[in-house]
């Protein structure tokens, strides 16, 4: 009998196998979070003893405190797993005020044993199916006279012979896909032998690349990789060696690690991969290729991609359609590969770091078209628009070389952020999202599109559908936050946006929401304390002065507003960004003329425009300047935009009516026609609630300007609907200016309908957001006047 010194446990139907960390139930792998198996260990150990709460927490979390809070969710964990009943705790005793105790009698048996009699059950299994189906067979010979010893010796033989069949059958028949289409994958980095710092990074990047052409295979984004390593408090940047991988694979019910290694032979140099099951540990498959030299190892990449997407069950029609070669999909140049993957690597919301690093990817390889669309997408992120927008037409004019799905993310870029035609961006997609269903990307961006539409439901319903497929603990990313504030949910978006920070407490979108629902809360401690939290963050801190900016600005703060923009803007030169130093004038340009101060505002324009000429800061300045009753102007930056952008659906669908809409409302010449605003502004009415940008962008503004047309107009009842949408949608208006005039807006819709209480109290809700105004602001005067006539 085989004796390989390792132990199993086994009760009931369950086996627990130490070595390799599994729990089995009829001898199939049951899935389990390492820490519940390491305190179902300890407990099988010590079974029908009282194990303390010290003693476990001790054994299971050795360096590393943690709450009894955690011990108890495991310990539901377990019981679950076992199939213990709510109440019941067959396996699992609580023992009040001392521990825990394991009630069910634990068998230790030898590993050997448990092998050889799983041997002989299948060879017993295979001897009985072979000898019916021999019996069968030599039934005929039955009736041959007498009894030969040649045809007894025949039927041993094929008794022999059927059960080396049966048992062949049984290990060499194909048992169907390692993997499903369900399942996630934990792309570990590469063993570099080689002592090469090029390889570094490089192949886990490139591989990377390769396998995310698949349709059939799902790697883990490295997203929510570093929010695992964080929560295992491991650095987010570790390299993820086999161990490591293992564990991140487990935490997050993932199927597989892929691992690969390089060695340098010679000129030559041997690649390997290896995927491995992380539950069982059992291999599902390697792959190895040899590359004649160093300017070749990309090429064998791509062959060790090809091999190890078919052998975890891709279909070879699928591979054959989606796997275009290394030099396409990434780049041909090793070194230029290496710098992309130290970009992509230090990826965060710190985005001037792999913005740097990103440039000198594109230097080394000119044509490298990923490097191109990735970094136009980091200026993006920004709000350097204009710079975003040149080298993501850099990347499309380079699209044609490289793999289908990385075609499809440039080209929905290109729809999105340059030609700004968020229709054909929707349709761009949704053929995304066909083709590779399990990838939450397209269903976030469709969500995005559904943001600037105004449609707040949809974008809920795809934001939803995007982290289902890929969930994430307790921590929730930024953008699942602000869909829970455009809808008013702020107490759900709160509480997420503190638990996020529980995990990463210097998160700056975190503290940048938390801000948002301080403002619509009133809370000004709060605003104050995360204003602070992130304004000397190097990416956002010029982001949370000009926050502060528009919160002054919407008090009716002027002067401190002034302050504050210059801050922004300085600190945002700092950092080397162009546009956006001009988009904070452009926005204080805005504020000024909704106030009244008309010359402040001209210059704020001017400024902006001597800065950019990018599209939002002359669509922000035209608004301001026909804000101003500056029709002129205003008329020819709205012309040339209309020129320049004739598919822009932002432009089209909300800036440029609403420009044209304000030119008939504020022109200094006196002419005014407020039915020609009114019916400028119709087609705009599905996508009103839209917001224009990710970053400093406006919102509401038609439903402003409509509603001035409609005072102007005197028709007072529909004039206060107007209005009534922009008090009714705190978490879509925020801190613009217009928050807080629609209230005086409203007043005077109220007082045109000769409704006199209703007025005052409008009048009032005003005075009181702007009691700390300052006291020369032309729009509060007009204000103090209009209520003293009206009492």
């Known amino acids: 009998m085989i004796n390989t010194g390792r132990r199993l446990y086994e009760f009931g139907p369950f086996r627990v196998d130490p070595s390799h960390r599994v729990l089995l139930r009829d001898n199939k792998p049951v899935p389990l979070h390492p820490k519940a198996f390491d305190i179902l260990l300890v407990l099988v150990e010590r079974s029908e003893t009282v194990v303390p709460k010290d003693h476990l927490m001790k054994a299971v979390w050795p360096e590393t405190f943690v709450e009894e809070s955690n011990l108890a969710q495991n310990i539901f964990v377990l019981r679950k797993t076992l199939g213990d009943a709510v109440g019941e705790n067959r396996f699992i005793v609580t023992v009040p005020g001392r521990g825990y105790r394991f009630a069910e009698k634990v068998q230790v048996v030898d590993e050997g044993e448990v092998v050889a009699a799983e041997q002989d059950q299948l060879i017993v299994e295979s001897h009985t199916r072979s000898r019916l189906v021999v019996e069968q067979r030599a039934v005929p010979a039955k009736s041959l006279p007498g009894k030969r010893p040649g045809l007894r010796l025949g039927i041993g033989l094929a008794i022999v012979l059927a059960v080396l069949v049966g048992a062949g059958v049984y290990f060499y028949l194909p048992r169907g896909p390692k993997l499903t289409e369900k399942d996630t994958i934990v792309l570990g980095d590469f063993d570099n032998k080689t002592g090469d710092q090029v390889f570094d990074g490089t192949l886990r990047q490139g591989l990377s690349a390769q396998l995310e052409q698949s349709p059939f295979l799902n790697l883990l984004s490295d997203s929510r990789i570093a929010q695992t390593l964080s929560l295992m408090t491991q650095p987010k940047d570790s390299r993820l060696s086999p161990e490591l991988a293992r564990e991140v694979c487990q935490r997050t019910a993932s199927a597989a690690e892929l691992n690969g290694a390089i060695a340098q032979i010679g000129a030559r140099y041997l690649l390997t991969l290896n995927a491995v099951n992380c539950s069982t540990g059992e291999s599902l498959g390697s792959a190895e290729a040899e590359a004649s030299n160093k300017d070749h190892v990309l090429d064998a990449l791509g062959k060790l991609a090809t091999q190890i997407r078919g052998k975890l069950g891709e279909s070879l029609a699928s591979v054959q359609k989606y796997d275009v070669p290394p030099a396409d999909v990434t780049t041909s140049s090793l070194d230029a590969l290496h710098t992309y993957s130290l970009a992509m690597k230090a990826v965060s919301m710190n985005f001037l770091t792999p913005i740097r690093i990103m440039q000198h990817a594109i230097e080394q390889d000119p044509n490298f078209a990923m490097a191109y669309a990735r970094l136009g997408v980091m200026y993006v992120n920004i709000a350097e628009t204009q710079q975003g927008a040149e080298a993501i037409s850099k990347a499309y004019t ?24 968020l229709l054909a961006a929707r349709k761009d997609f949704e053929l995304f999202e066909q083709i590779y269903p399990r990838d939450p990307v397209a269903l976030a961006n469709l969500g995005v599109i559904c943001l600037h539409l105004g449609d707040f439901d949809k974008l809920f319903s795809f934001t939803q559908a995007s982290i289902k497929l890929s969930p994430r603990s307790d921590i929730h990313g930024s953008n699942d936050i602000w869909t829970y504030i455009f809808l008013n949910r702020f107490d759900e978006a709160k509480a997420m946006a503190v638990s996020g920070l529980k995990t990463l407490p210097d998160e700056p979108s975190y503290h940048s929401t938390l801000y948002t629902i301080a403002f619509v809360e009133r809370d000004f ?54 546009e956006t130093p001009a988009t904070y004038d452009a926005e204080a340009a805005i504020r000024e003329a909704l106030a009244g101060n008309i010359a402040v505002a001209k210059q704020n324009v001017k400024t902006a425009l001597a800065l950019s000429r990018s599209k939002d800061v002359e669509a922000m300045s035209a608004l301001a300047l026909a804000l101003a009753g500056d029709s002129r102007e205003a008329t020819q930056l709205a012309t040339e935009l209309d020129r320049q952008f004739p598919k822009n659906t932002i432009l089209q669908l909300n800036y440029l009516p609403t420009i044209r809409a304000a030119e008939q409302l504020w022109d200094g010449g006196g002419r005014i026609d407020p039915a020609k605003a009114i019916e400028m502004l119709a087609p705009v009415t599905p996508y009103e609630l839209g917001i224009t940008a990710l970053e400093e962008g406006l919102s509401l503004y038609p439903v402003y300007v409509r509603g001035q047309a409609l005072l102007l107009a005197r028709n007072g009842s529909a004039a206060a609907t107007e209005f009534q949408k922009i008090i009714q949608h705190p978490g879509v208006v925020q801190n613009e200016p217009i928050g807080a005039l629609a209230y005086l807006g409203l007043a005077r819709a109220y007082a045109l309908s000769h409704d006199s209480a209703q007025a005052h109290a409008a009048y009032q809700e005003f005075f009181a957001l702007w009691k700390d105004a300052d006291p020369d602001v032309p729009i509060l005067k007009q204000a103090r006047a209009e209520y003293a006539k009206l009492q």
């Open 398 to 421: 380079l699209r044609d070389r490289v793999s289908e799905r990385e075609k499809l993310y440039i080209s929905t870029r290109y729809d999105q952020m340059v030609t700004g035609d």
């Open 525 to 578: 401690a709060g605003m104050q304390r995360e204003a602070q939290a992130y304004i000397t963050n190097p990416t956002w801190g010029d982001s949370a002065l000009n926050n502060e900016a528009n919160s002054a600005g919407y008090f009716g703060q002027l002067a401190k507003a002034r302050e504050f923009t210059k801050q922004a803007a300085d600190a945002a030169r700092k950092q080397e960004k162009k």
